[in-house]
Structures are given as structure tokens and as C-alpha cells.
């Protein structure tokens, strides 16, 4: 099973051009645009979680309702976000966890089974096949 949230190492922080609330974290060769209020810094442990997650209908995830609880490439101010980050006790609690630790099933995420392609098709033909009422 992939790993779609996992504890990893933010390798550095970049600023984003003309953006004051916003920086780009960036680990492993990902990029994801955090909150400057989040005070992400390098060296910190974070839930790095990945494109396709799929978040449980929960309050905290309210934020993602809009793309169905489903997260998505997205660009912000330019700058490309493939993910999202949390500090660790944003979302777990208390605990030990170690780099490279999968933290997908604690997190109740699960991975989209459309690709982008195969969403808006199906998305398309229940428009299309949708019965109007007499």
C-alpha cells in the first residue's frame, strides 16, 4: 500500500516572490506552500502528505471540502504545491514518531482510485446520463 502521509525531515525553506504569508517547504525533492504562521523551519519533523490523499470528512480538514477532501497539485502565488504539511501535533497525537514513519491509516486517509482524467470523465457522463424528471 503507498504511503500517503508520512514523518519527514524539511530540508529547507524558500520564500515566495511577493508573498508575505506564504514560503515553500521543501523535503525529498517536493515542494509544498505552507503558512508562514505555521513556522515550519528546516531540520523539523512534519505529516507530509501527498497528492491523491483523500482526508476523512472530519472539522479539521474542513478546509479541503471544496476538492472533496481530495488533495491536488495546486499553484499559489506562482509556486507550485504538490501536498500538504502539518506540524506533527496538528494532527497526531502525542507520540515518538520517527522520519520516514507512515502515518496514512492513524490519519484515516485513503488514496483517491480516479486519476484527474478518469474524475472528470465520470464527473462529465453523470451530467450527460443524469435523468430529467418529468
Do not use: H
Amino acid at each position: 500500500m503507498r504511503k500517503l502521509a508520512t514523518i519527514r525531515k524539511v530540508d529547507e525553506i524558500r520564500s515566495i516572490e511577493d508573498a508575505d504569508a506564504i514560503e515553500l517547504a521543501v523535503f525529498g525533492g517536493w515542494q509544498v506552500v505552507v503558512k508562514k504562521a505555521q513556522e515550519i523551519k528546516p531540520g523539523m519533523l512534519v505529516v507530509y502528505c501527498e497528492i491523491d490523499s483523500v482526508f476523512p470528512e472530519q472539522q479539521q480538514y474542513e478546509f479541503l471540502r471544496q476538492d472533496k477532501f481530495r488533495l491536488r497539485t495546486k499553484k499559489f502565488r506562482g509556486a507550485l504545491s504538490q501536498g500538504i504539511v502539518f506540524k506533527i501535533d496538528e494532527v497526531l497525537t502525542v507520540g515518538n514518531y520517527g522520519e520516514g514513519e507512515d502515518v496514512t491509516e492513524i490519519l484515516g486517509i485513503s488514496r483517491s482510485s480516479l486519476s484527474g482524467m478518469e474524475a472528470r470523465c465520470s464527473i462529465a457522463l453523470r451530467r450527460c446520463f443524469t435523468p430529467i424528471p418529468p
